[in-house]
C-alpha cells in the first residue's frame, strides 16, 4: 500500500525480445527495476526510452532491457488462447523465446513445435549465417576413426605386440648372501 502512496509500486511488462512482420518473439513477463517513481516509469515505457533492469519472471534473472525490443506494460497487451496476441490495435502471432535465449543478441527465428497443449511456435538462434561459413568441398580426413575405453590408449593388438617386446627373460643369477663372504 506504500508503495502506491509514494509512487514506487513496480512496473509490470510483457517482454518482447524481437518483432517480425506480424510476429512477436516473447520472452513473457517481467518487472522493471528501477528507483524512478512509477509514472517517470511508465514515461519512459511510452517513449520506447526505458533504461534499466527487467526480472523475468520464472527464472528470477535481471537482464539489462537493451536485450529486448521492446517493454509492453501488462495492460497493452493481451494474449489469446489460441497463441496469438492483440497489441497496438492488431493482431499478432506469438512465438515462445526460450530463456537461453533472452540474453541472446543475434537474430531469432521461429520454428513450429508440437507440445502437450497443441502446435505453437518456440524462438531459436538464427545460425543461417554459420552455415554458410561452412566449405563443404573440403575433404574428409582419410581413414576412421576408433574410439577405444577410457583406459586404453591403442588398439588391443598393438598394445600386445609393444608389451611382448618388452618382456624381458630373466637370466639366472647366483645370489649374494652376507654368509657367503665369510666362507
Not at 21 to 47: F, I, M, P
Not at 100 to 122: D, Y
Request: proline share 6%; glycine share 10%.
Amino acid at each position: 500500500m506504500f508503495k502506491k502512496l509514494f509512487g514506487k509500486s513496480p512496473v509490470k511488462v510483457w517482454v518482447i525480445k524481437q518483432i517480425d512482420d506480424g510476429l512477436l518473439h516473447l520472452c513473457g513477463q517481467g518487472t522493471l527495476e528501477s528507483r524512478d517513481k512509477r509514472k517517470d516509469v511508465l514515461a519512459a515505457l511510452a517513449k520506447g526510452q526505458f533504461q534499466g533492469g527487467v526480472r523475468l519472471a520464472g527464472g528470477g534473472l535481471v537482464l539489462n532491457a537493451r536485450l529486448f525490443a521492446t517493454l509492453v506494460p501488462l495492460d497493452d497487451l493481451t494474449l489469446t488462447d489460441d497463441g496469438q496476441a492483440h497489441w497496438q490495435g492488431r493482431l499478432w502471432r506469438v512465438s515462445q523465446v526460450p530463456q537461453r535465449c533472452w540474453s541472446f543478441e543475434g537474430k531469432l527465428v521461429a520454428q513450429q513445435a508440437g507440445n502437450i497443449h497443441g502446435p505453437g511456435l518456440v524462438s531459436t538462434e538464427d545460425v543461417s549465417g554459420i552455415r554458410g561459413h561452412v566449405n563443404r568441398d573440403i575433404p574428409k580426413p582419410p581413414g576412421e576413426v576408433t574410439f577405444y575405453a577410457d583406459d586404453e590408449l591403442e588398439p588391443p593388438s598393438i598394445s600386445k605386440q609393444r608389451d611382448e617386446r618388452r618382456f624381458i627373460r630373466p637370466t639366472p643369477r647366483r645370489e649374494r648372501r652376507d654368509d657367503d663372504e665369510r666362507h
